[in-house]
């Protein structure tokens, strides 16, 4: 078993900054991939950021030059630095770790409102 918590989010003006911090236990402790997607209200979930264990990153076109994903792998954790923020950035922002022997574990997500 594996478990991902996340923290962070919150409301934000536009143009305004947040951090998003997640960490991994059991199974998910070793995950090479890890990262971040987003769920807004009526729309399929998106990849925003990963991160792999040998230092390599992506990012969506959408927040490219705005985000940065980084990692400690002693402590387990991903972040999700999150600057320039627009109201369409506005979503339920999700953790996940791929693993080899459980596929992709998610973490609950925690919401993001950025107004205008």
């Known amino acids: 078993q594996g478990q991902l918590v996340e923290s962070g989010g919150g409301l934000v003006r536009t143009g305004g900054s947040l951090r998003h911090s997640c960490a991994a236990s059991?199974?998910?402790?070793?995950?090479?991939?890890r990262g971040w997607s987003r769920q807004a209200p009526g729309n399929q979930r998106d990849l925003v950021a990963l991160s792999t264990g040998s230092g390599g990153t992506a990012y969506a076109d959408a927040v490219t030059g705005r985000f940065t994903i980084s990692r400690d792998n002693a402590k387990k954790m991903v972040y999700l630095e999150m600057n320039s923020l627009k109201p369409e950035d506005t979503a339920v922002y999700y953790c996940?770790?791929?693993?080899?022997?459980?596929?992709?574990?998610w973490g609950r997500g925690t919401q993001v409102t950025v107004s205008s």
């Open positions: 996940f770790a791929d693993t080899s022997r459980a596929g992709r574990y």
């Open positions: 059991g199974v998910c402790s070793d995950s090479n991939v």
